[in-house]
């Protein structure tokens, strides 16, 4: 048996926690984001010899909706998943997808090449490849101090 070990898992329970409280105080009603609530995404970041790999659950997401920041030392995705709207005539029984505005940053764990920095989205899943920074040697010089100066 294979077990993954995934290092955000305790702040994606707190963040669950959170939400159920939450539920909990408006009465167990689901409701659609407020205007300028912001949701989060869920993410897996791994990394290989020569890439961090980040990836980001967005169903229902375009592209064109999509903001990519690279920064020195984090990731910040933002965006706007659009509302589909249920047909004329009709009211939901039950409403559990998110929509509206998302922003999730993901602290990137080790230096990177900004400008090999590639994205890909495909079947509702952000894929975001970054290369890392070739590691670099410098010999630095030892000079002697002189005592009383």
Same mark, same amino acid.
């Given at each position: 048996?294979?077990? $993954?070990?995934?290092? !955000?898992?305790?702040?994606?329970?707190?963040?669950?926690?959170?939400?159920?409280?939450?539920?909990? &105080? $408006?009465?167990?009603?689901?409701?659609?984001?407020?205007?300028?609530?912001?949701?989060?995404?869920?993410?897996?970041?791994?990394?290989?010899?020569?890439?961090? !790999? !980040? @990836?980001?659950?967005?169903?229902?997401?375009?592209?064109?909706?999509?903001?990519?920041?690279?920064?020195?030392?984090?990731? @910040?995705?933002?965006?706007?998943?659009?509302?589909?709207?249920?047909?004329?005539?009709?009211?939901?029984?039950?409403?559990?997808?998110?929509?509206?505005?998302?922003? &999730? @940053?993901?602290?990137?764990?080790?230096?990177?090449?900004?400008?090999?920095?590639?994205?890909?989205?495909?079947?509702?899943?952000?894929?975001?490849?970054?290369?890392?920074?070739?590691?670099? &040697?410098?010999?630095?010089?030892?000079?002697?101090?002189?005592?009383?100066?």
């Amino acid at each position: 048996m294979v077990r $993954r070990i995934k290092p !955000i898992s305790r702040l994606r329970r707190a963040e669950t926690r959170v939400r159920s409280l939450a539920l909990a &105080r $408006r009465g167990g009603e689901r409701r659609l984001p407020a205007p300028g609530e912001l949701t989060g995404p869920a993410v897996d970041v791994y990394e290989t010899g020569t890439e961090f !790999i !980040i @990836e980001m659950e967005l169903p229902g997401v375009e592209g064109r909706d999509l903001k990519v920041l690279l920064f020195s030392s984090r990731l @910040e995705v933002s965006g706007f998943k659009q509302e589909l709207g249920a047909p004329a005539g009709s009211s939901y029984m039950r409403l559990e997808r998110e929509f509206g505005a998302f922003r &999730r @940053e993901v602290v990137v764990p080790g230096p990177v090449d900004p400008d090999q920095a590639a994205a890909a989205l495909e079947n509702g899943v952000l894929t975001i490849v970054l290369k890392k920074a070739p590691r670099t &040697r410098r010999d630095v010089e030892i000079k002697a101090r002189r005592d009383g100066g």
